[in-house]
C-alpha cells in the first residue's frame, strides 16, 4: 500500500533521505520518536542563547551578556517537554562545554557589528508549481551585510567536517539561499557555517550553478521520496551514522524487524 507523502522537505528531511531511506521513513513518515540526546541538547540550548543575544541591541552583545542568556536558555530548554527525560552524565561537564561553545563563538566575530533582519526564520516556498511540497527552512540568523547584501548563517555546535565532507555540508545553506532567492528575489551574497568547537567558519559565496545544482538536488531526492512512499520501499543503508541510529533495535541490517517499529506507531 502506497504511504502518505510527507507535506514538507526540509534541509534535515534531504540529508536524512540521502543518508539512510529506511531512517528516513522512521522519523518522517511514521514519525517514530526519538529519545532526546544530550548533543541536540546543548546544540538547542547554545542556539537558543545566540537568538536571546541577537535581541539585545548591538552594543550590548557582550560575552557577559551572552552567558547571562546562556542561563535564560537553560531554564527555558531544560525544563521544556522535549529535553524532560535527558538523562546527563555529568551536567557539570555539559553545560560547562554549552559555556565553552559560547565563549567561543566570540572568537568567530563580533556580535556587535552584525545587523540581523530575521532570527530563527521559517521560511517556506512550494518545490514547484503543482506544490506537491513545500520547502520548508529555519534559518539560524539573516542578516545584511555591509553592503546591503543578504548573508545566511547557521551555528553548528558538532564537530567540524572533514575537508571530503566539507561540500556535503553546505547543503543545509544552499537550501537556505534558494529560499532567499525564490521569496526575496535576492541571492544571499554569502553563506557561511559557523562550527563554534574549533572555532571555524565555513563560508561559501552561492551562484547561478550552485543555485540550479540545489534545485535538481532537492528534485531529485523529492522523487526518490515519491517512489519509496508509492512502492513502501525504504532501504536501510548502513554506514557511519548507524552508531547514532535511534531505530537501529528495529533495523533488518542490524537483526531488527521493521514491524515491530510499526506496531509502536500503531499502538501510540
Ligand atoms: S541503523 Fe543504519 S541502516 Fe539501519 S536505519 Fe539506522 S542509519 Fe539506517
New binding site residues.
Given amino acids: 500500500m502506497a504511504l502518505a507523502l510527507p507535506a514538507t522537505l526540509s534541509p534535515s528531511k534531504v540529508v536524512s533521505f540521502r543518508d539512510?531511506a529506511?531512517?528516513f521513513r522512521?522519523s518522517v513518515i511514521d514519525r517514530l520518536p526519538e529519545p532526546p540526546s544530550a548533543a541536540a541538547c546543548k546544540g538547542t540550548l547554545v542556539h537558543k542563547a545566540l537568538e536571546h543575544l541577537y535581541a539585545r541591541p548591538a552594543e550590548d552583545r557582550t560575552v557577559d551578556a551572552a552567558l547571562a542568556d546562556l542561563d535564560r536558555a537553560r531554564v527555558e530548554v531544560m525544563q521544556s517537554g522535549e529535553y524532560a527525560d535527558l538523562c546527563l552524565e555529568d551536567e557539570a561537564a555539559f553545560h560547562a562545554s554549552a559555556e565553552t561553545l559560547v565563549r567561543r563563538y566570540f572568537q568567530l566575530e563580533d556580535p556587535r557589528t552584525i545587523r540581523p533582519i530575521g532570527l530563527e526564520l521559517l521560511l517556506s516556498t512550494p518545490l514547484d508549481e503543482q506544490g506537491k511540497v513545500a520547502l520548508r527552512g529555519i534559518i539560524d540568523r539573516l542578516e545584511l551585510d555591509e553592503a546591503g547584501d543578504l548573508v545566511v548563517t547557521d551555528y553548528k555546535t558538532g564537530k567540524v567536517p572533514s575537508e571530503r565532507h566539507e561540500h556535503g555540508r553546505l547543503t543545509g545553506v544552499h537550501f537556505y539561499s534558494y529560499l532567499c532567492e525564490k521569496l526575496f528575489g535576492r541571492r544571499p551574497a554569502r553563506i557561511q557555517l559557523l562550527y563554534l568547537s574549533e572555532p571555524m567558519a565555513i563560508i561559501a559565496t552561492p551562484s547561478e550553478q550552485s543555485t540550479r545544482g540545489l534545485e535538481r538536488k532537492v528534485g531529485a531526492i523529492w522523487s526518490a521520496i515519491e517512489r519509496a512512499c508509492e512502492r513502501d520501499d525504504f532501504r536501510?543503508?548502513?554506514?557511519v551514522?548507524?552508531s547514532w541510529?535511534a531505530?537501529?533495535d528495529y533495523?533488518p541490517?542490524?537483526g531488527g524487524d521493521p514491524a515491530r517499529a510499526m506496531e509502536l506507531v500503531t499502538a501510540s
Fill in positions: 539512510c529506511l531512517s522512521f536501510p543503508k548502513p554506514g551514522l548507524c541510529c531505530y537501529k533495523c541490517a542490524f
